[in-house]
């Protein structure tokens, strides 16, 4: 069974970067795009990027100057990295399963438990 | 970048009663759309996916139609249980974007 797991700080000033990880259980990391999605209070879900197991990866236009995502595959894990952040950035976190890594596209099957990450000063 | 418009939250029913929401895609994307469920807390849980087929274990009270730019997400019969916000959202190319949540409430 699929289990995505993640982590991560929940409370940061404006200006820090906000670093999120995310472990995957029960799947082939080398199968699949794994994505970050967020979702403000309120507001509908908003995606940020994904990776591939080969590292290449692919941003929101609207965060991309500010986002990094990375991965490990040696312990299924992947992780963001979103620098300068301010009140707009509190959200709920999510990693997911995305499309396959060969090719084509998908929904979001399987999510992670969600990290609020609150921005104050 | 497509943006994708839902019908206006909340939507009200009684128990039994048939809950209709509406998706509009500003560009057509064929039948890339999936719909989810959202309860308090908890991650959104993906129901059906290429706008009508559903996911597995996903109750036959929940059915999608549509294509093009014009989507729909049937309840047959409200429970209880169905309460909860509900997304659309279009994967045929990236950004991956999802509609702005209807509320269903009893």
């Known amino acids: 069974q699929v289990q995505l797991q993640q982590w991560g700080a929940g409370l940061l000033r404006p200006s820090e970067t906000l670093s999120l990880t995310c472990a995957v259980y029960?799947?082939?990391?080398?199968?699949?795009?794994w994505t970050w999605i967020r979702q403000a209070p309120g507001k509908g879900p908003e995606w940020i990027g994904e990776?591939?197991?080969?590292?290449?990866?692919k941003y929101n236009p609207s965060l991309k100057s500010r986002v990094t995502m990375l991965r490990d595959t040696s312990k299924n894990h992947f992780s963001m990295r979103l620098t300068s952040v301010t009140a707009a950035d509190t959200a709920v976190y999510y990693c997911a399963r995305g499309r396959p890594a060969s090719g084509g596209v998908a929904p979001f099957d399987y999510w992670g438990q969600g990290t609020l990450v609150t921005v104050s000063s | 970048d497509i943006q994708m418009t839902q019908s206006p939250s909340p939507q009200s029913a009684a128990v039994g009663d048939r809950v209709t929401i509406t998706c509009r895609a500003s560009q057509g994307i064929s039948n890339y759309l999936a719909w989810y469920q959202q309860k308090p807390g908890n991650p959104p849980k993906l129901l059906i996916y290429a706008a009508s087929t559903l996911q597995v274990g996903v109750p036959s009270r929940f059915s999608g139609s549509g294509s093009g730019t014009d989507f729909t997400l049937t309840i047959s019969s409200l429970q209880p249980e169905d309460v909860a916000t509900y997304y659309c959202?279009?994967?045929?190319?990236?950004?991956?974007?999802f509609g702005q949540g209807t509320k269903v409430e009893i």
């Open positions: 029960g799947e082939s990391f080398s199968g699949y795009y």
């Open positions: 990776i591939h197991h080969s590292g290449s990866t």
């Open positions: 959202q279009k994967y045929n190319s990236a950004p991956w974007t």
